[in-house]
């Protein structure tokens, strides 16, 4: 078969695969085109028949199967990929081996018998290749213009894509590299294409997603499929017809741009439907907000949302954003804690799925107070226990939930000191000392720690009544002295 008849019998059946071509590009997109489709979690567009697999792992063609490229092998089993080349079919099994059907004229179904296991294949005009579970290239059929003969250099890949009469593949290192029919410069790498993240081969042209998710095209442009429109923007998936391009953008829209002969990039009007471009609305009102002077240095805000779904993002201060504590529907709220004395305020962001943020929405302030004083609690507030030793003529109480903090819920606000007032023989006095005295340096009044459990004891020995004691927490604030007496 010649050359140019191969071409002009390529065109008509690239043309007739157009409508199969945009299924495909419409289930990427989250829509359907039909509700049989919507039943086929993958699909691919041969010459001129259409190939997909079913939810339930088996797979169906359909179209012109003169030469058998619409018959999938009764035996088959299931599968895990298809690909659709110009006249033949083959796919990836369960088991990561590769079956082939169809024209087989040039041996693009012929599988090689040490293939072994494969991760992904891709069908041309008329060869076919893969990409072993090693991470290296075979390819196999016609190889006229050597596009089944991988270069030896090419190293492991990530992706590969047969077109026409050419093939390109991504390399590990993200680099893009292509070999075969190259009369059109398809399979000419732009010196500035960089770093790309997937690649498509159509016909006789090549287009690729850059890593930064726009989309560049290279080779044969008479029916403009390699020029991108200027307009287009970021995309997340782009295929490659005979004459034609059509990408899906990150917008979830479908944009198609070359040959429209047949319609083929006519995007129906249900994938051409505007893309939300409306912010959700300002978070708020908030709820949970406390007084603007407390001692508590925790707090949950609570919000409302303008829409569910998307990304709720807060912040406290001017801190940096992150995920609220709790989000459900349009309600959520945000938990702070471990705060520092001072002013503090809560803000809230939307981003909904359409990439849309929202004004940030802020709560009203609050402000932390410093700590405040512990206190003793009369003794009968305590649960004491008292013993005498007659030997010595001294007294020694047990005293159980004796301290509290003052309303202070800070960690800090723990008691950790206790003092006795005593006199310089280390006896404790029985004259209350002043309130508020500064901490003590003078040998009339000394210290004793206790490690404190919150809800600890205290033990007190004394040969006389009454005795004085007061605490102090973490923050250095001393209680009033309290009188004990046995």
């Known amino acids: 078969m010649s050359h140019l008849y191969r071409m002009s019998v390529r065109r008509a059946a690239a043309l007739a695969g157009a409508v199969a071509i945009t299924a495909s590009?419409?289930?990427?997109?989250?829509?359907?085109?039909?509700?049989?489709?919507?039943?086929?979690?993958?699909?691919?567009?041969?010459?001129?028949?259409?190939?997909?697999?079913?939810?339930?792992?088996?797979?169906?063609?359909?179209?012109?199967?003169?030469?058998?490229?619409?018959?999938?092998?009764?035996?088959?089993?299931?599968?895990?990929q298809i690909t659709a080349g110009g006249s033949h079919t083959c796919a990836i099994k369960t088991n990561d081996t590769v079956a082939c059907w169809g024209y087989n004229g040039d041996g693009q179904a012929s599988v090689p018998t040490d293939l072994g296991t494969v991760k992904q294949i891709t069908g041309g005009d008329a060869h076919t290749c893969a990409i072993k579970t090693n991470d290296t290239v075979a390819c196999w059929g016609y190889n006229y213009y050597g596009q089944a003969s991988v270069p030896t250099d090419l190293g492991t890949v990530k992706q590969i894509t047969a077109g026409g009469y050419h093939t390109c593949a991504i390399k590990t290192n993200d680099t893009v590299v292509c070999w075969g029919w190259n009369d059109y410069g398809q399979a000419t790498v732009p010196t500035d294409l960089g770093t790309v993240k997937q690649i498509t081969a159509g016909y006789v042209h090549t287009c690729a997603i850059k890593t930064n998710d726009t989309a560049t095209c290279w080779g044969y442009n008479y029916n403009g499929q390699a020029s991108v429109p200027t307009d287009l923007g970021t995309v997340k998936q782009i295929t490659g017809g005979g004459y034609h391009t059509c990408a899906t953008k990150t917008n979830d829209t479908v944009v198609c741009w070359g040959d429209n002969t047949l319609g083929a990039t006519s995007v129906p009007a249900e994938l051409t439907v505007a893309p939300d471009l409306t912010k959700p609305s300002t978070p708020g009102p908030f709820t949970g907000v406390p007084s603007s002077s407390t001692t508590s240095t925790t707090a949950t805000?609570?919000?409302?949302?303008?829409?569910?779904?998307?990304?709720?993002?807060?912040?406290?201060?001017?801190?940096?954003?992150?995920?609220?504590?709790?989000?459900?529907?349009?309600?959520?709220?945000?938990?702070?804690?471990?705060?520092?004395?001072?002013?503090?305020?809560?803000?809230?962001?939307q981003t909904d799925t359409a990439n849309n943020t929202s004004d940030t929405g802020t709560s009203s302030s609050w402000t932390i107070t410093a700590p405040v004083a512990p206190t003793v609690l009369t003794p009968a507030a305590g649960v004491k226990t008292l013993l005498r030793n007659a030997a010595t003529n001294t007294w020694t109480i047990k005293v159980s939930?004796?301290?509290?903090?003052?309303?202070?819920?800070?960690?800090?606000?723990?008691?950790?000191?206790?003092?006795?007032?005593?006199?310089?023989n280390g006896k404790p006095v029985t004259t209350k000392p002043a309130d508020g005295a500064p901490f003590p340096t003078a040998p009339a009044i000394t210290q004793g720690v206790v490690n404190w459990s919150g809800t600890g004891d205290a033990k007190l020995t004394w040969a006389s009544t009454p005795v004085w004691v007061r605490i102090q927490n973490k923050f250095g604030k001393w209680s009033n002295w309290a009188r004990l007496t046995a």
Do not use: M
Not at 25 to 42: I, K, N, R, V, W
Not at 48 to 75: F, M, R, V
Not at 414 to 422: D, I, S
């Open 301 to 349: 805000i609570g919000f409302t949302l303008g829409e569910s779904g998307g990304a709720v993002e807060c912040r406290l201060d001017s801190g940096s954003w992150g995920p609220c504590t709790n989000v459900v529907g349009t309600s959520g709220s945000h938990t702070v804690s471990g705060l520092s004395l001072g002013s503090h305020k809560v803000s809230v962001r």
């Open 25 to 80: 590009l419409t289930a990427a997109a989250g829509g359907t085109s039909s509700a049989e489709a919507a039943t086929f979690p993958s699909i691919t567009a041969g010459g001129a028949h259409t190939c997909a697999i079913k939810t339930n792992d088996t797979a169906t063609c359909w179209g012109y199967n003169g030469l058998g490229q619409a018959s999938a092998p009764t035996d088959l089993g299931t599968v895990k």
């Open 401 to 424: 939930l004796l301290f509290s903090t003052g309303g202070d819920t800070r960690p800090g606000a723990q008691f950790l000191t206790l003092q006795v007032a005593v006199d310089s």
